[in-house]
């Protein structure tokens, strides 16, 4: 169980400063944590966090949320100050769970095909996986949809992997 756990990630929603001193001290250094990206909080908050775990020795990986963007201006002002701030060059890609984007990017394959991740110096993208299904979302949407994520960071040049949450089901995972 040990092995196994080794290489997992973690991830953090608005770590304080305690957190990310409790999470240096149990994890080992390098180690990734994913960073919540909270609809309705300043962009800033993701960017102090990612700091913060980066400067703890820690490894930030960012969620981006799609349909929660104004624009891709917004997105690229962001991946920049991540970028600069926390070195951060591995991101969480995610649509953003709402029926209405806030703005004019829909979907994660718009920032994939946007360029704006290899501008940012990207080199690596997670993309959902659902296990469990997705309320929403049909089994053939959500495999497609996976394919296409997949093959669009293979054709940008960023290495992508689907991240899900943590199950403990193996027949669901398989």
């Given at each position: 169980i040990t092995a196994f756990?080794?290489?997992?990630?973690?991830?953090?929603?608005?770590?304080s400063v305690d957190d990310i001193a409790a999470l240096?001290?149990?994890?080992?250094?390098?180690s990734s944590v994913f960073v919540t990206m909270l609809p309705h909080r300043p962009l800033e908050e993701l960017v102090a966090s990612a700091v913060a775990l980066r400067s703890a020795g820690l490894t930030p990986v960012p969620h981006v949320s799609a349909r929660?963007?104004?624009?891709?201006?917004?997105?690229?002002?962001?991946?920049?100050?991540?970028?600069?701030?926390?070195?951060?060059d591995n991101i969480l890609l995610i649509g953003g769970d709402v029926a209405k984007p806030t703005g004019s990017i829909p979907d994660v394959l718009t920032i994939i095909n946007s360029?704006?991740?290899?501008?940012?110096?990207?080199?690596?993208?997670?993309?959902?996986g659902f296990p469990d299904g997705h309320p929403a979302v049909?089994?053939?949407?959500i495999e497609a949809s996976l394919v296409t994520k997949l093959a669009a960071l293979q054709s940008a040049g960023i290495d992508g992997y689907i991240v899900t949450q943590f199950c403990?089901?193996?027949?669901?995972?398989i």
């Open positions: 756990m080794s290489g997992c990630s973690y991830e953090a929603t608005r770590p240096k001290a149990s994890l080992a250094p390098g929660h963007f104004e624009s891709l201006a917004v997105l690229e002002k962001l991946l920049s100050s991540l970028a600069s701030n926390a070195q951060a360029g704006l991740l290899q501008a940012s110096g990207i080199k690596a993208a997670g993309v959902a049909s089994e053939d949407e403990f089901h193996a027949h669901t995972i």
